[in-house]
């Protein structure tokens, strides 16, 4: 049985089926419409969420299946009751697990005791169907994914992470730009390097915004992830010079603007750029969607392809 708690176990081929599987379902939907029929899919959110949790439940509709979501009170693993029968009692009703929560342990914890697939939908150190997602909706405007560079501007969190893996496999050239003392994961770095060094692709990560050139796509996030309580005003001094805005836009030539949302308007990023011409960020949004069914289809069912 396969999971995906990290893009990072997945190889190009794999990665690349996905994507083609949610742009097929994006644009033929009533071919996949008993898809997930009799199967029933459990969403477990330890932290809020918008876009994971609707296209989550509205995309299983959409494949004529079932979704149980639970709720920070009855999906609190380790309080009720252990993470082991969690997975353990959803394994005997469910087809598949979908799970949000806040150390990246608990999944792997999960996927000891899962009978069925486990499905990162966001930790501490990944956000795999997010990154799926952005890729996605930049392969809509970029036939050839190694051609592309991304640079990722702001907080190395999740959501960067995330991004460098997705693209080192897939051979495109990702930069993450961070202040110092907010950079990605040192260790995820050199996984990701490790991965770029088989596909072509180049990641770095610097903290230098004029070191940047030949940017496609510029891409932002939260300065600050859920779980971490520090104030907004307490890093805004730090970050304000990577806000995404339309001197950076036309500093950098970007074609293509991306942020995982939810946004802070006029921090991380300012509504000009956000609601302009350049921003995909609702494409995003809807994409989620789309390739969440393909990794739902990909691991239930595994005859798809
Ligand atoms: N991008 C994302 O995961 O959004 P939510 O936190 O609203 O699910
Ligand atoms: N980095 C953000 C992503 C939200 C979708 C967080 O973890 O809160």
């Known amino acids: 049985m396969q999971h995906l708690l990290s893009l990072k176990d997945y190889s190009k081929q794999q990665i690349e089926q996905i994507l083609s599987l949610a742009k097929d379902l994006k644009a033929n939907p009533a071919k996949y419409a008993d898809a997930l029929k009799g199967k029933s899919v459990v969403t477990l959110f330890e932290k809020p969420s918008l876009r994971t949790r609707v296209t989550f439940d509205i995309g299983i509709n959409r494949l004529g299946g079932h979704a149980v979501y639970l709720d920070s009170q009855n999906g609190a693993m380790g309080s009720r009751e252990t993470v082991q029968d969690f997975a353990a009692n ?8 979908v799970a949000r929560v806040y150390e990246h342990q608990t999944l792997v914890e999960m996927t000891k005791y899962a009978q069925v697939p486990v499905i990162n939908s966001l930790c501490n150190l990944y956000h795999p169907c997010q990154a799926l997602a952005d890729f996605m909706t930049i392969a809509e405007h970029h036939e050839d994914l190694s051609k592309m560079h991304l640079v990722y501007v702001g907080d190395g969190n ?3 992470n995330s991004l460098l893996l997705a693209g080192a496999i897939l051979g495109s050239t990702v930069t993450a730009v961070c202040p110092r003392g907010h950079n990605v994961d040192a ?3 050199k996984e990701a390097e490790a991965l770029a060094a088989v596909s072509g692709a180049r990641v770095r990560v610097t ?3 004029d070191e940047v050139e030949g940017i496609d796509v510029l891409y932002t996030d939260t300065w600050v992830s859920m779980g971490d309580e520090t104030p907004l005003e307490q890093v805004k001094e730090i970050f304000m010079p990577y806000q995404i805005n339309q001197a950076m836009l036309d500093k950098t ?17 300012t509504s000009e ?5 350049a921003s995909f960020i609702l494409d995003q949004a809807e994409n989620r969607m789309h390739v969440q069914n393909a990794v739902l289809l990909t691991l239930i069912n595994r005859d798809i392809h």
């Not at 959803?90 to 697990?97: C, T």
């Not at 750029?273 to 011409?277: A, C």
């Open 253 to 269: 030539g970007a074609k293509q603007v991306l942020h995982c949302q939810p946004a802070h308007r006029e921090w991380e990023i």
């Open 90 to 97: 959803l394994s005997r009703w469910s087809d598949a697990i």
């Open 158 to 160: 999740n959501v960067t």
């Open 207 to 209: 903290d230098n915004l």
């Open 273 to 277: 750029v956000m609601d302009g011409p």
């Open 187 to 189: 260790q995820i770095l």
